[in-house]
């Protein structure tokens, strides 16, 4: 007797010793984005979702072993998405504003030009809507695609050219860069867009392709675009939602609820730090073009509201479109302009009505 319960506690023993060396597991990670790390977003991934999600795993039973391709090393800009679903990465930065079509209700933003320049009331809205309106939540999943959060918005997008801009006169036949929907932004005005992005601005204007480009001042000044587009002209475009992070959903699904709080509460962090001091590095951004030779100017309200009236209602067509193919365009559109209203924003054109 006494040695069976001799027995019996040692097996325990060894049971208890052995536990966490069975239980352990280290999670092979990949964190993929197409810009590089100088752009704040990937930074961002990099210096802080990724710290932060290895801190919330801290004594658990799993850890991650990361591997981070940025800039190219796995997937071109705009190619994230594909790179998840073809399970060569397993969370990432996903830019909705690339996938027009695909993650259409993200993009209600860039149909609705001449918003609010506070990027954090702009990120918080379209990150709250994902749960007011289930449909643009289902738009990832559609993607195998799990939105943890932590979107990130881009600050007051402004104009950058080869020449002098004060009216809408001076766009007439000019060719000019913008990312995706923000193409849009040109119609009617007289200028041809030229759909691009950060990774081809430079080149584009350098060689000719372009005359100008519609962007943001942070990235503008990392690109040292002030180099070949020294006319920099404020319009205040408005913030923009531009994306977020996720993660390939086959896979989140089949994770350890540990790991799924980790991934998710950690965009929270993701954030709050990207939100963190942008204002401080937006000042920063417009002092380095302005030392590098850039001539910053402020398009006069007159020529804002004159360039939002001459523009057709891209946000309205927007949504009707996509309400003939079952989407709630109209809900995002309405829904979207009316928290911007109870955030006192004075809009120069209310997209939401004909």
């Not at 940025?70 to 996938?99: H, N, P």
């Not at 959060?149 to 801009?165: A, I």
Request: aromatic letters at 8%.
């Amino acid at each position: 007797m006494r040695l069976n319960t001799i027995l019996a506690s040692t097996s325990l023993a060894v049971a208890i010793s052995l536990a966490p060396a069975l239980h352990a597991e280290e999670l092979d990670v990949t964190a993929v984005a197409g810009h590089p790390p100088v752009f704040l977003w990937v930074n961002t991934l990099s210096e802080s979702y990724i710290p932060a999600v290895d801190a919330a795993l801290e004594g658990t039973d799993f850890s991650v072993n990361w591997t981070e391709a940025y800039g190219g090393t796995l997937a071109k800009v705009g190619g994230e998405r594909e790179a998840m679903e073809d399970g060569l990465a397993q969370v990432g930065i996903v830019s909705s504003l690339f996938e027009p079509s695909l993650l259409s209700l993200q993009n209600v933003t860039y149909v609705t030009p001449f918003g609010s320049p506070d990027v954090d009331l702009v990120l918080s809205t379209v990150d709250g809507m994902h749960d007011e309106i289930p449909a643009m939540r289902k738009l990832w999943e559609d993607l195998d695609l799990e939105y943890l959060g932590g979107g990130f918005g881009l600050e007051d997008y402004l104009l950058m050219t080869t020449f002098p801009v004060t009216s809408l006169d001076d766009l007439q036949g000019r060719k000019i860069n913008a990312p995706g929907p923000a193409v849009n932004w040109l119609k009617d005005t007289g200028a041809v867009g030229v759909s691009g992005n950060l990774t081809t601005y430079y080149n584009d204007i350098q060689s000719g392709v372009a005359e100008g480009v519609i962007v943001f001042p942070t990235a503008a000044a990392a690109a040292k675009l002030h180099e070949v587009a020294p006319y920099v002209t404020r319009v205040h475009f408005g913030a923009q939602f531009a994306g977020g992070i996720v993660a390939q959903k086959s896979w989140f699904d089949e994770q350890d609820p540990v790991v799924q709080a980790a991934l998710r509460d950690s965009a929270d962090v993701f954030a709050a730090d990207y939100r963190l001091g942008l204002e401080t590095r937006v000042a920063g951004a417009f002092k380095a073009m302005e030392k590098g030779g850039a001539e910053i100017s402020e398009l006069s309200e007159g020529q804002r509201v004159a360039w939002a009236d001459a523009l057709p209602n891209i946000a309205k067509d927007w949504a009707k479109d996509l309400d003939s193919k079952g989407l709630p365009g109209t809900e995002v559109l309405t829904t979207y302009i009316d928290h911007l209203k109870a955030a006192g924003v004075s809009l120069p054109r209310d997209w939401s009505v004909e």
